[in-house]
């Protein structure tokens, strides 16, 4: 089974920055969809953002322009950059991994930010964005 344990969360003021960790134990997940989503107190699961490939990225409207997806496959390792961090940002960030066949070409938008694509989770870790 593969294991994700996110990292990097934490306390910061509005319009700060932080980057977030998803490291994965158990086996490599290079041939694996990454995703990020978030759950906030009383909201359902939003997706935040998700990588295909070094180049082909997916995000959500609310995260577009301001969060950055990457991944090293070397390190089993996927990473989400967040800047011009909101108070509308608090949330517990989930990594996620797909675990379904690779993807010979690019997925839809639809496809990648469904939490039902996606067989692995991480314990998730928190961001607190202040006023």
């Known amino acids: 089974q593969v294991q994700l344990v996110e990292s990097g969360g934490g306390l910061v003021q509005a319009g700060g920055s932080l980057r977030l960790s998803c490291r994965a134990s158990g086996r490599t997940f290079s041939p694996y969809s990454m995703g990020w989503f978030r759950q906030a107190p009383g909201k359902e699961r939003e997706f935040v953002a998700a990588i295909w490939s070094g180049v082909v990225t997916y995000y959500g409207d609310s995260v577009k322009g301001r969060f950055t997806i990457s991944r090293d496959n070397a390190k089993n390792t996927v990473f989400l950059q967040m800047n011009d961090l909101k108070p509308e940002d608090t949330a517990v960030y989930y990594c996620?991994?797909?675990?379904?066949?690779?993807?010979?070409?690019?997925?839809?938008?639809?496809?990648?930010?469904?939490?039902?694509?996606?067989?692995?989770w991480g314990q998730g870790t928190q961001v607190t964005v202040s006023s």
């Open positions: 996620a991994a797909r675990n379904r066949n690779p993807f010979t070409s690019a997925p839809t938008m639809g496809v990648m930010s469904s939490p039902d694509e996606y067989g692995y």
